[in-house]
């Protein structure tokens, strides 16, 4: 509670260098690790806290208000954000999401002196930034759009960030690689989402060979594992394996504990799709120790982790593992709990792998009624991934008169081509 008014009292007198050194104090935080998450040098992240009530560079605030969890008007930024109106079409909504951005990360460069040398290299610092606060803030609201709305708007920030690291000096280059590696990973996950495994695929392997690039090997291991958990969910659980084995050695020093505990449970997921039921089982036990060690809830993910993983996790994934092992047993038991965690799609792709767990059990009207919860969200968000998951569940039900809940089921899939 002190430290809250501290922070509004800081904030209070425009010195926001202050209120952004009391928050990262408050989760724990090294300026070097802050520096690394906002793209600035340690010296820099020092340099920011120390200004005191002098002007500040807009996108620098915004960037460290973000990874911060910090309101943007305890920085001196507004926080306002502009609302889609009913009836938009599709693309004013991918305009309105790309300005929703832009409005978060653009500073006001009428406002500002003609740069010095000195003032121009901070800029670039600033640019890393707010292109790093963009890709944030598009994985954020992946939890909310629908990947195709946000399709278009990603590919035009990955083509930014790489028209800006070919005019970027030789050190804010490789930071921008490393920003064009998230942002490659998260348009590798919307193409997953909308069902294009082959431009899934590519993205991935352009978000590993941009962190190599970047001479970063926390970021390489983060996206190799993604790749892995894509290669596992594609069925490809020797694929999977290798990646997750890949990942483990990319990084050779100081890897977060968090990185074992996820890796551990992609490992789950490869084993698990390559039918093996007793290595699935050891790597997810192994996968939920090292979550139940990690820090607690009240701390942010180490970058570049945005999002934490927890034991719900773990569970959620056992629940995946049992639907492709077909052990109603690790689907149906206590681990439903997991439904609690994630966004709405991710809560979809669950309930069809309880829907899974149900069928295996031949309880075919439960599983098609969960089934149709998970249907209705693929539809919402116009989820390929979730669509075919779901016309994969109904192909492995062959009945004669089937009931009317799996006819209704059939009648709400028919038609629908995403």
């Known amino acids: 509670m002190q430290q809250e008014a501290e922070i509004r009292a800081a904030s209070r007198s425009g010195d926001y260098g202050r209120v952004i050194a009391l928050a990262r104090k408050t989760r724990g935080m090294t300026q070097t690790q802050l520096g690394d998450a906002l793209g600035l040098s340690q010296p820099a992240v020092s340099r920011l806290e120390q200004r005191g009530t002098r002007p500040y560079q807009t996108d620098v605030l915004a960037a460290a208000a973000a990874h911060l969890d910090l309101r943007p008007d305890l920085v001196g930024l507004s926080s306002a954000r502009p609302t889609p109106r009913a009836g938009d079409d599709d693309m004013h909504r991918r305009a309105l999401l790309g300005g929703a951005v832009a409005a978060a990360t653009t500073p006001v460069l009428a406002t500002l002196p003609a740069p010095t040398p000195a003032a121009a290299d901070a800029d670039a610092g600033g640019q890393v930034a707010a292109l790093r606060l963009s890709t944030t803030a598009y994985r954020r609201l992946d939890a909310s759009t629908p990947s195709p709305d946000l399709e278009d708007a990603v590919q035009a920030h990955l083509r930014l960030i790489q028209t800006t690291a070919r005019t970027a000096g030789t050190e804010h280059r490789t930071r921008l690689a490393a920003v064009g590696s998230e942002a490659a990973g998260l348009a590798g996950w919307l193409a997953w989402d909308m069902g294009n495994h082959g431009s899934a695929r590519a ?20 996206q190799l594992g993604s790749l892995a958990q894509f290669e596992a969910h594609t069925g490809n659980g020797a694929q999977a394996l290798n990646l ?55 701390a942010p993910p180490p970058w570049p982790w945005v999002f934490s993983f927890t034991t719900g996790k773990v569970a959620a994934h056992r629940v995946t593992c049992g639907a492709w092992l077909g052990l109603p047993d690790w689907v149906l038991g206590d681990d439903i709990d997991a439904l609690a965690t994630g966004h709405a799609k991710q809560r979809a792709l669950l309930l069809l792998d309880m829907a899974a767990g149900h069928l295996a059990a031949g309880r075919v009207e439960g599983a098609f009624a969960v089934a149709t919860r998970a249907l209705e969200a693929g539809l919402h968000y116009r989820s390929g991934r979730i669509m075919e998951r779901a016309r994969a569940l109904r192909r492995s039900l062959a009945l004669s008169s089937p009931p009317r809940v799996v006819r209704d089921f059939d009648e709400r899939l028919h038609g629908v081509y995403l």
Request: hydrophobic share 45%; net charge positive; aromatic share 4%.
């Open 244 to 298: 997750a084995a890949l990942a483990r050695r990319a990084p050779r020093e100081n890897t977060p504990a968090v990185a074992d505990a996820w890796l551990s449970s992609i490992e789950a997921l490869g084993h698990a799709a390559a039918g093996d039921r007793r290595a699935a089982d050891t790597a997810l036990t192994r996968s939920r120790t090292a979550a139940e060690a990690l820090p607690g809830q009240g």
């Open 203 to 222: 993205r991935y392997g352009a978000a590993v060979n941009a962190a190599r690039s970047a001479g970063d090997r926390l970021l390489a291991a983060y």
